[in-house]
């Protein structure tokens, strides 16, 4: 069983930067490719990144693209969401998921793919 658990989160105002992290705490998930979501109040849960087990390769939502960076330290064991020039739009709950038994280069985009999920780290933009 993997659990995750998300920091980083915060209030800060439009154009600034927040990074998010992501670890473990059971076992090293080296091996499962990691995602990030998101989900504001009154709409859905939406995809905002994802990250082969690898590192090698990395996909972005379109509202994201250019602004915002996944990346994972599998040494330290731990998967990070750079966000920068943050709107308000941005504001939601960020969720790390982690998924095994997929190739080394592949990302999963689709939620329901990711078999474990943090509790969530609230960010919010103030405008």
Known sequence: ???????????????????????????TFSSYAMGWFRQAPGKDRE???AI?????????????????TISRDNAKNVVYLQMNSLK???TAVYYCAAA???QSTVVVIRWYEYEYWGQGTQVTVSS
């Not at 690898?54 to 972005?60: E, I, K, L, M």
């Open 47 to 49: 995809f905002v990144a």
């Open 52 to 68: 082969s087990w690898s590192g090698r390769s990395t996909y972005y939502a379109d509202s994201v693209k250019g602004r915002f």
């Open 100 to 102: 095994e038994g997929v």
């Open 88 to 90: 308000p739009e941005d």
């Open 1 to 27: 069983q993997v659990q995750l658990e998300e920091s980083g989160g915060g209030l800060v105002q439009a154009g600034d930067s927040l990074r998010l992290s992501c670890a473990p705490s059971g076992r």
